[in-house]
């Protein structure tokens, strides 16, 4: 079982910035098996995808996140990180850590960290 564990989320002004990160347990060589990536939930709506990047360090970015948020992973680690740029209103939401693995097509996902954009 794969275990993932997100940091980094709270509260900023609009403009502010943040930087997420997400540790797994995921052991070995096995991490470049995993297409890593960062969803949000906001009240009242479905879970959306933010960015994603996998092992070659292809990274497809959401049209909402591209200029103002970054992810990059770190396979030493085993980690993947959010860097929350430029930030928004819109922007507050639970961000969910996400482990796809490209073989068993089977995703894991964090608990979730909050970010709040407000004055």
């Known amino acids: 079982q794969v275990q993932l564990v997100e940091s980094g989320g709270g509260l900023v002004q609009p403009g502010g910035s943040l930087r997420l990160s997400c540790v797994t347990s995921i052991s070995g060589s096995r991490f470049s098996f995993y297409v890593m990536g960062w969803y949000r939930q906001a009240p009242g709506k479905q879970r959306e995808l933010v960015a994603t990047i996998n092992n070659d360090g292809y990274i497809n970015y959401d049209d909402s996140a591209k200029g103002r948020f970054t992810i990059s992973r770190d396979n030493t680690k085993k980690s993947v990180y959010l860097q929350l740029d430029s930030l928004k209103p819109d922007d507050t939401a639970i961000y969910y850590c996400?482990?796809?693995?490209?073989?068993?097509?089977?995703?894991?996902w964090g608990q979730g960290t909050q970010v709040t954009v407000s004055s």
């Open positions: 996400l482990a796809r693995n490209v073989i068993s097509r089977v995703n894991y």
